[in-house]
T-cell receptor, first 115, second 114 residues
Framework: AQTVTQSQPEMSVQEAETVTLSCTYD???????LFWYKQPPSRQMILVIR??????QNATENRFSVNFQKAAKSFSLKISDSQLGDAAMYFC????????????FGTGTSLTVIP | KAGVTQTPRYLIKTRGQQVTLSCSPI?????VSWYQQTPGQGLQFLFE???????NKGNFPGRFSGRQFSNSRSEMNVSTLELGDSALYLC?????????????FGPGTRLTVT
């Protein structure tokens, strides 16, 4: 079974500071992909960053980066220089590579950015 | 390109009724997935359609069904509505479903069952 766990229901960060959101997953598959999605109060889910399991290098997208620890099945998201617009619910998601588009989501972390 | 669109955006139904939700994927995308989002359960996968065929199915009762048309538009139907079906229903599209393609989500349909 594929599971995704986000142990931090809520997090807060001061504007311009750095915050790390945690995610662990469980899978027996070797071909899989990991994602972080952001869901602002408007409810439109937006992709933040993605990581292919076969890549050792951690993905980076501007102020967003991940720490992918394959052996530990950990996939944390680091947001640098936090901005007010980063306030949202963040979901970690996992997809097995060869089975179509069945995504498994964590329960989410609500991020508050304090001015 | 236009994004994923879902209609209607809001819906209020009574227990026992049925409802149909619609999703239009991004042009060229052939995979459409549906998710139910609730505060208690988070996002749960309902099913995925690819080229008019159901490719994956989540653990939902048979009251939840879907279909996909030749233009990749998809509909989801819930029969005999229950109070617990109140949720945000999200549709997501993807080009094919293999490889690293992420899903692009629509704004959702907020269903309230009274």
């Amino acid at each position: 079974a594929q599971t995704v766990t986000q142990s931090q229901p809520e997090m807060s960060v001061q504007e311009a500071e750095t915050v790390t959101l945690s995610c662990t997953y469980d899978t027996s598959e070797s071909d899989y992909y990991l994602f972080w999605y952001k869901q602002p109060p408007s409810r439109q889910m937006i992709l933040v960053i993605r990581q292919e399991a076969y890549k050792q290098q951690n993905a980076t997208e501007n102020r967003f980066s991940v720490n992918f620890q394959k052996a530990a099945k950990s996939f944390s998201l680091k947001i640098s220089d936090s901005q007010l617009g980063d306030a949202a619910m963040y979901f970690c998601a996992h997809k097995v590579g060869n089975t179509g588009n069945q995504f498994y989501f964590g329960t989410g972390t609500s991020l508050t950015v304090i001015p | 390109k236009a994004g994923v669109t879902q209609t209607p955006r809001y819906l209020i139904k009574t227990r026992g009724q049925q409802v149909t939700l619609s999703c239009s994927p991004i042009s060229g995308h052939r995979s459409v997935s549906w998710y139910q989002q609730t505060p208690g359960q988070g996002l749960q996968f309902l099913f995925e359609y690819f080229s008019e065929t159901q490719r994956n199915k989540g653990n939902f009762p048979g009251r939840f069904s879907g279909r996909q048309f030749s233009n990749s538009r998809s509909e989801m139907n819930v029969s005999t509505l229950e109070l617990g079906d109140s949720a945000l229903y999200l549709c997501a599209s993807s080009p094919t479903g293999q490889g690293t393609y992420e899903q692009y989500f629509g704004p959702g349909t907020r269903l309230t069952v009274t």
